[in-house]
């Protein structure tokens, strides 16, 4: 049965207790980590029969294989960003999430994987390092934000 009627909140916010959505956050962040870093593990051992699923040909396995082998264990990285930037959002404090995401994404990783390989001349392997650190300042930058706590502030009305 569904009620439309006014339900009692029990997040921690809500009962105006912080420290409780706190530790809901460090749940998930230790959560996530544990399920990134299983996939990663999966896709790094075994990249070229996953590569081969979408394209039997081989033809990509060699850009395939470098990428599973470079990013995909800053993944349990981003796993954290995402938990803080959904803690974010949820308290209220959207502008940050997006703010990071949009400098850390477009404004950093794009041109980064635009310059790059033809810069250090390292190839693809430039739009890796590029993913990689776009990765690591969003994380970071949503970490710093989150400390600072001022999501614990906010007024949702």
Do not use: H
């Not at 009962?15 to 809901?24: H, I, L, V």
């Not at 980064?112 to 739009?127: C, D, K, N, Q, R």
């Not at 590029?130 to 502030?153: C, E, P, S, T």
């Amino acid at each position: 049965m569904i009620s439309l009627g006014k339900t009692k909140r029990t997040d921690g916010l809500g009962t105006g207790k912080p420290e409780r959505a706190a530790r809901g956050v460090l749940l998930y962040l230790i959560l996530y980590g544990a399920l990134m870093l299983v996939i990663s593990c999966i896709y790094v051992v075994f990249a070229p029969q996953l590569i081969s699923f979408f394209d039997p040909s081989m033809e990509s396995e060699a850009a395939g294989v470098s990428f599973f082998r470079s990013v995909l264990l800053f993944y349990i990285i981003m796993g954290s960003a995402l938990v803080l930037s959904f803690a974010l959002n949820g308290a209220g404090d959207t502008r940050k999430p997006m703010f990071t995401t949009l400098f850390s994404m477009v404004l950093l990783q794009i041109p980064l994987a635009y310059f790059l390989p033809g810069l250090l001349v390292i190839g693809i392997t430039g739009v890796w390092l590029a993913a990689i650190i776009g990765i690591v300042v969003q994380a970071g930058l949503l970490a710093w934000m989150y400390r600072a706590g001022g999501w614990k502030k906010v007024v949702l009305g």
